[in-house]
């Protein structure tokens, strides 16, 4: 491991700046630093940044500043890919926030939806950028013409067939936004507007909660309980109507997807209101393994967050059913929502109850 971009990443949290600059200033101790661009400090990123490009089709380029030295985001509002696909063609461009990371030479992008990553090998040349030693094309180059105005980096393909022409449409789709503060003070108290996929993330704590109700956590896929639910209602009306006494509804940006209903960022939703008699109400989260941070609201109140794809797994679908008892008779409502914390979606097959 490089001890340089370790020294980096462990320092990144305590002194709040982007560990871009103290990467830079170890490296270069006879120039100052650069003002802080800082991807969010996820562990995806972390990993990539443990690893260097690898000279598959040209020697590496010298580890020297360039004129496109920077940390970039580009967000769509279209659907993100929510789907595990163990075959879908690299740099297919779907919504959610892309980010590259232009360093000296050598170039990571990430899409944290799927959890797609690559690095790769660039110079820059007057207004061409040249792109090679992608492992997603290991003997094709990309070339680009870019400019830079205002924290914008475009770029114009001038020549690249890797994955079958998908890279150079995922480059030139949009505008690269610079995760760079404008100022120094911008830069130390993090007070500035910063472009989707440059803050971290975070995750609050929920609020304390004095509802009486009492949450249990099934791993897997409740349908495979010995105690069998007494109604299961699809998450997607629309496909399979539920049963009588049951209302489902939706957030209007939620995916309809076959039986599930899918929710992303914007705080999308998804809830059941029944006055049907139960002792319990749930619902079941059945998706990939990037499925992401989820809220449960019961008659309003939060009663439960955390990642839905840490709750179980079978074979290659992850997640579990999240069961609220302990409440009296009459109706309810059992909401779920995506936190908003990061892009990954998530994936809600049914709302059941007993």
């Known amino acids: ?20 600059v103290l990467q830079l200033s170890v490296g270069e101790a006879s120039s100052p630093p650069p003002l802080a661009s800082h991807p969010t400090p996820t562990p995806l990123w972390g990993g990539l940044l443990d690893h260097a490009a690898v000279p598959l089709s040209a020697p590496l380029p010298p580890s020297s500043p360039t004129a496109l030295d920077d940390a970039y985001t580009r967000h769509s509002d279209a659907p993100p890919q929510w789907w595990s696909c ?3 063609a690299d740099y297919r461009l779907t919504g959610g926030t892309w980010r590259i990371l232009l360093d000296r030479g050598v170039l990571r992008i990430v899409y944290d939806v799927t959890r797609w990553r690559t690095l790769a090998s660039y110079e820059v040349d007057g207004d061409r950028l040249r792109i090679f030693n992608d492992p997603m094309c290991p003997w094709e180059e990309g070339v680009y013409r870019w400019e830079e105005e205002g924290g914008r980096l475009t770029l114009h393909v001038v020549e690249d067939t890797c994955a079958f022409g998908l890279r150079a449409e995922n480059l030139t789709s949009g505008d690269w936004l610079s995760c760079r503060p404008p100022d120094l003070r911008a830069a130390v108290s993090d007070a500035w507007s910063q472009p989707a996929g440059c803050a971290a993330a975070r995750v ?7 509802s009486p109700v009492v949450v249990t956590v099934v791993p897997g896929d409740a349908r495979q309980l010995p105690s069998a639910l007494a109604w299961i209602a699809p998450a997607n009306a629309d496909n399979l109507a539920p049963p009588s006494g049951v209302e489902l509804a939706h957030a209007p940006q939620a995916v309809p997807y076959g039986l599930n209903v899918i929710l992303w960022e914007g705080g999308s939703w998804a809830e059941v209101t029944t006055e049907l008699p139960a002792q319990a109400l749930g619902v079941q989260f059945w998706g990939p393994s990037t499925m992401g941070v989820a809220r449960l609201l019961f008659d309003g109140e939060e009663v439960w967050r955390g990642e839905v794809a840490t709750l179980g797994r079978t074979l290659q679908l992850f997640g579990g059913y999240l069961e609220v008892s302990g409440f009296a008779p009459g109706k309810h409502t059992l909401r779920v929502e995506h936190l908003g914390a990061d892009e990954r979606p998530l994936t809600v ?3 059941g109850g007993r």
């Open 1 to 20: 491991m490089n001890l340089r971009r370790t020294v980096s990443l462990v320092c990144l949290i305590p002194v709040g700046l982007g560990w871009l």
């Open 349 to 351: 097959l049914f709302f």
């Open 86 to 88: 163990l075959r879908c």
């Open 204 to 210: 609050e704590p929920p609020p304390d909660s004095a």
